[in-house]
């Protein structure tokens, strides 16, 4: 009787799938271990403790060859994160600009973005990234005959070195402040909104915003010395020192990623637009709106329940991507993955390492994304 039950059934099944996945996965896992140990190839994460003994070019935290391999990685992690997040943000910009350029009225604007879209697409990734590299590292001059822009900016094969405030725990201070800033402009502006969906009071926003986004780190910067100190660049030897430094391999790799994505972004945006309904613009223009405000108030607004979803396909596929870094030499989580593994022979866990650290950031932002998606997805009453 109980195996007449569909439900019964069900569940038997999926416990009998579930049994021989698990059994496979035992039987791999133990003949692995058993074959690696029968060939003197230790296994585990102990070597992440022990010292790396290699420099690494870029780093966006304190790190010396002293370090231990577990250090090294976090370096490589916060490289892959820096860029990764810049170039959300540039193609995401750039990607909605050409979108919406593609749907213009200007004949000569449309057909330049089509061909934009069109050529960046069908070209490889790895190729672009070849391609942005061999401009800055052939076409830009030596340190020597570096472009100047007077005494704050040198451009070279280099990279672009420019001045930069020197360390002091006020910028610092304002950091901190611009970031609380920039949390209480988002409360502001949610409280500003209910407020007017309730009463249908306007709050000010500019003059709150601007005290909290300009006004509080000033302030913080102020109360913790007003430092003003700058360091510029000075050639000495080989290179130009002091200041701070955008390497070719960062800037090929930005722009590479940026300039690629923002053509299937494009694509997106593109879609999401056509997505609205014509009578909507057709309001809109009834009601005296101008282009920018049909497009930013009525248009936009209604074309991110359709945008988002394959928007964050994007990037996921941007933060992916950034693993062809280690084609053009910049030191991502993956070349120092790779530099460990070539050293102490644990490949497997250094693999491991690379799927569940790309695994993690995928799934955040696929969480972060389904999130602001159910915020703007349209309400049925």
Known sequence: MLIKSERARGVLYQALLLIAVGGI??????????????????????????EAGFEIAEKLIEYDATRSYAHALAVGLLNTLHVALLGIVIATVLGTLLGVARLSNNWLLARIAGAYVEFMRNIPLLLQLLVWYGMFTELLPGVRQAIKLGDWVFISQRGFRFAWPEAHPGWTAALWALAAGLALSLVWRAIARRRQAATGAQWPMALPLAGFIIGLPVVAWALSGAPTAIETPVLRGFDYQGGKVISPEFAALLLGLSTYTAAFIAEVVRAGILAVHRGQTEAAMALGLSPNQRLRLVTLPQALRVIIPPMTSQYLNLTKNSSLAVAIGYPDLVAIANTTMNQTGQAIEAISMLMAVYLSISIAISVFMNWYNARVRLVER
Not at 28 to 49: K, Y
């Open 25 to 50: 996965v035992w039987y791999l896992l133990s003949n692995t271990l058993h074959n690696l140990a029968s060939r003197g190839i230790q296994v585990g994460f102990a070597f992440l403790g022990r």
